[in-house]
């Protein structure tokens, strides 16, 4: 079983209540392959919402408590982003997940890009939050577009 990040199955989760849907992900549901998901709603903040990028590091620093999740306005979520990591988690033992395709770029679920926290548009290399959570639990993480260019 795959678990993927429910705005990739055309659940209208992102930020700005909108999606990022793709037929293979919501194939990937149909078919009973994948099991949708998205960290920040479950971490308890609301759709739409303020965008958030993390702030002085990746999702392993905020992990460890040396980064910060901020909202475009300076509001700390980090304490909601930690949660919905965890019952990420939670899901992806509940239906023994082999693997988890999250969304490209997302401070929760990119897996190999994330904003830098100047809220320009401007990435870095890193994970994720849920990324970073589930990979360092021994689940694999793959990039969204990555998963796409590879078919
Ligand atoms: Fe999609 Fe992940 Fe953002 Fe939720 S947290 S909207 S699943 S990219």
């Known amino acids: 079983m795959i678990l993927v990040s429910a705005c990739l199955a055309g659940f209208n989760t992102k930020y700005d209540g909108k999606n990022n849907s793709h037929e293979i992900f919501e194939d990937m549901v149909r078919n009973k392959k994948a ?3 998205c960290p920040e709603q ?16 990746d999702g392993f ?4 408590g040396k980064a910060k999740v901020l909202t475009k ?11 919905g990591a965890e019952e990420a988690l939670k899901l992806a033992k509940l239906i023994k997940a082999e693997a988890a395709i999250l969304k490209s770029r997302s401070p929760s679920c990119g897996c190999r890009f994330i904003y830098d926290g100047k809220f320009d548009g401007t990435l870095k290399k890193g994970m ?12 694999k993480v793959i990039d969204s577009d990555d998963y796409l260019q590879g078919l």
């Open 35 to 37: 099991v949708p998901f």
């Open 61 to 64: 620093k905020v992990i460890e």
């Open 42 to 57: 479950a971490g308890g903040l609301p759709t739409p919402r303020i965008p958030a990028e993390i702030v002085g590091g």
């Open 73 to 83: 306005d300076g509001l700390d979520v980090t304490e909601y982003f930690i949660r």
């Open 128 to 139: 994720g939050v849920t990324a970073a959570y589930l990979s360092a639990h021994g689940i």
